[in-house]
């Protein structure tokens, strides 16, 4: 997990673009969302002011000045420990947000394994196309641990979840090497008595 905001520190990020070409709001948009900022509002966004999130904010004020636009950032914290809290809850509860996402993916991954080996469906090229699912899952886990840092309580089950899913994937590829390294064992064709001249 990423180190806890000292005090309840923010970075805030306001955003000016022009409205056509669509095109430079939305790339800020989802750089924004990818490393999990919390949006308070047209153009304003927030997250907890730990490194994590440096290189993020930073894409986006670049895109933000490369489309001609104004990007300003504001150091923040609550006027209150309410305040402080109920940011945190919301940053918290949006980690849970893409937490029960990443929980489903499993729920997929799993699910389709399940129904390869229901079908013996044991090819290398079905192994190598879930691999690199299950890669795409433990990207995805290292970035929601990275921009968890309060600790959504759906972070334990994940991980439980993607261990789980590492150990279906492996179960999955002994049955494919096992099914194209062993030779059926062939049975001499026996001649009915009867059949014998």
């Known amino acids: 997990?990423?180190?806890?905001?000292?005090?309840?520190?923010?970075?805030?990020?306001i955003i000016k673009?022009?409205?056509e070409p669509s095109r430079h709001r939305v790339a800020v948009w989802r750089e924004l969302r990818k490393i999990g900022a919390l949006s308070l509002g047209?153009?304003?966004?927030?997250v907890p002011d730990v490194p994590v999130f440096a290189d993020g904010i930073a894409r986006a004020i670049d895109l933000t000045g490369a489309a001609?636009?104004?990007?300003?950032?504001l150091n923040a914290s609550g006027r209150s420990a309410e305040d402080a809290a109920r940011f945190q809850a919301l940053f918290t509860a949006a980690r849970s947000a893409d937490w029960a996402e990443f929980l489903a993916d499993c729920g997929k991954f799993e699910a389709e394994l399940a129904?390869?080996?229901?079908?013996?469906k044991f090819t290398l090229a079905e192994l190598e196309e879930e691999e690199q699912s299950l890669e795409r899952l433990r990207r995805w886990h290292r970035d929601l641990t990275a921009r968890d840092v309060f600790g959504a309580p759906e972070a334990a089950e994940a991980a439980g979840r993607l261990k789980e899913c590492t150990a279906a994937c492996e179960d999955y590829a002994e049955r494919v090497f096992r099914a194209l390294h062993e030779t059926p064992h062939e049975t001499p064709h026996e001649t009915p008595e009867g059949d014998r001249r």
Not at 42 to 46: F, H, K, L, S, Y
Not at 68 to 73: F, I, N, P, R, S
């Open 1 to 13: 997990m990423s180190t806890i905001p000292s005090e309840g520190r923010w970075l805030v990020l």
């Open 17 to 19: 673009l022009a409205a």
């Open 42 to 46: 047209q153009g304003v966004w927030a």
């Open 68 to 73: 001609d636009g104004q990007a300003v950032t």
């Open 115 to 120: 129904k390869e080996i229901r079908t013996a």
